[in-house]
C-alpha cells in the first residue's frame, strides 16, 4: 500500500516540491537586520560650540497611515515653536534604513517598534496621535521639561567646557540617558533638586491586550478585524469545500466515525499548514520588496483581476478563464480519495490522507489566491515585530480552518452524504469575488483607509448586500413563470 501512495508523487507533482523548497528558503528572509541589528546608544541631544543644548526629536510614520498624516503639522511647526530642536522625519515605507532605525531607538528606550506614528525623544518614546491639544500638548510639556533639566545640567558643568571636550565624555552622558526609563536623564549627576526629576505623565491611550501580541490601541483594532473578516470569507473555499465534502461523502459509505474524523481532520490541518507555507511566502516576498510604493499598488490591481475572474464565474460558470479546480484534475482526486476506501491499516491511511491534501491544495490555491495576497500585504504595511507577523498568520488560518472542521463535526455526526451544489459554490465565488474587488480598489486608490475599523465592517457589509442583491434577483430571472 505506501508504494501506491509513493507512486502518486508524480514528475507533475515535482513544481509542488519546488514551492516547498522555495518557500523554506523565503522564510529566513523574515529575518533581515530586525532580529540581530545592534542596539546603540543614541544621541539624545548635544552641544554646540555656542554652548546651546539642541535636542534630538524622532518622528517615525507611515504613508498609508491616516493618523501620521494628522500629525505632520504639529511636527513641522516644532523646530519652529523651539529652535533647540533637531527634528527627524523618517518615511517607513520607502525607506528600509528608516525602519532599522526605528528598531533601534525603540529598542533603546525599552520598547518595540510595533505602531506608527511614533515619537521618540528624551529617552523616551510614545506612539499614536489624537490632536494638537491633546497628544500635541503632552510632547511638548515633555520637550520643555527635558529641555530645562539637561540646559540646567550643561550650565552647570561648563558649556564651553563640554563643547570642546573629548568625545569620551559626551559618549558618557548620552550612555546614561539610554539607562533612563523617563525624561531625566543624567544619573550620575542629578540636576538641581528644583527642575522636575521627569516630564508631566502622558497618558495612555485607550488599548485592549491581546495575548502574545500585547496591548494594541482601539484605534488600531482595524488588523485583528481585518484577519477575522478576510480569514472568514476565504474559510468559505468552494475548492476546499468540494474537495473535503466528497471524500467525507465516501467516508460515510464506510461506516466508520472514527475513520472520518482522521481523514477529515488530517485533511483539514494539513491544508491550514500549506495555506500558511504559502501565506509566509506571499509575508516574506512583502517584506522583503514591499518598501516599494507600487508594490500596493500591484497586488490591488491583481486582487481586482483574480476577484473580476471569480465574479466571472458566477454568471459564466466554467467559461473562460476560471479558477476553479479543472475538470481534468477531478479523475485523480476521485481515484485517490476512493483509494483511502480500500486499505484498514493506519500507517497508509495516514500518508494517503495526507498525499491526497497535498494534491488537493495544490488546486486549491489556484482557487483562492486573492485573499492571502491583499491580507499578507496589508500586514506588512503595519510596523510589527517579526513575531507579530506569524502570530496573525497563524490566527488567519485557525479561523481559516474553522468552516471546514465544521463540516467534518456535521459529517460525522449526522453520519451523512452531502455534496456542494453548483449553485452554492458559484454564490461563495460571487461573495469572495465582491469582497476581493471592493479590497482590491482600496489597495490601489487609498490604502491607508484599511486601517478603519468601520471601512472593514462597510466593505464586508456591501459585498453581502450586493451577493444577496444578485443572487435573488438571479434567482426570479430563472425561475419559471408557473413557479412563481
Known sequence: MLEQYTRLFSPQRKYWVLFISLVLLLVPLCFPTRVHAQTETPTWYEVNAAGEVQLHFYFFWSESCPHCRAAHPFVESLPTAYPWL????????????????????????????????????????????????????????????????IKAYVQGQNATAIASADAARAAEVNAAAATAPRVAMIAADAPPTSVPASPPTVAAQASVTVPLLGALAVERLSLPVMTVVLAGLDGFNPCAFFVLMFLLSLMVHAGSRPRMLLIGGLFVLTSGLIYFLFMAAWLNLFLVIGALRWITALAGVIAILLALINIKDYFWFKTGVSLSIPDRAKPKLYQRARALLQTDRTAPLVIGTLVLAVAANSYELLCTTGFPLIYTRMLTLATLPTLGYYLYLALYNAIYMIPLLLIVAFF???????????????????????????????????????????????????????????VLINGRRHTPMQAR
Open 86 to 149: 533637531q527634528l527627524h522625519d523618517a518615511e517607513l515605507t520607502q525607506y528600509p534604513e528608516h525602519v532599522e532605525q526605528y528598531v533601534q531607538l525603540a529598542a533603546a528606550v525599552g520598547q518595540e517598534a510595533q505602531y506608527v506614528p511614533a515619537f521618540i525623544y528624551c529617552g523616551t518614546m510614545l506612539t499614536g496621535y489624537d490632536s494638537a491639544e491633546s497628544t500635541g500638548s503632552q510632547i511638548r510639556q515633555n520637550l520643555e521639561a527635558c529641555y530645562g533639566q
Open 412 to 470: 460525522a455526526i449526522k453520519f451523512g452524504a452531502r455534496k456542494l451544489s453548483e449553485g452554492e459554490g458559484r454564490t461563495l465565488k460571487l461573495l469572495s469575488g465582491l469582497m476581493m474587488l471592493l479590497l482590491g480598489i482600496v489597495l490601489v486608490i487609498a490604502p491607508d483607509l484599511l486601517g478603519q475599523v468601520r471601512i472593514a465592517l462597510a466593505l464586508l457589509a456591501a459585498a453581502l448586500l450586493i451577493t444577496a442583491i444578485t
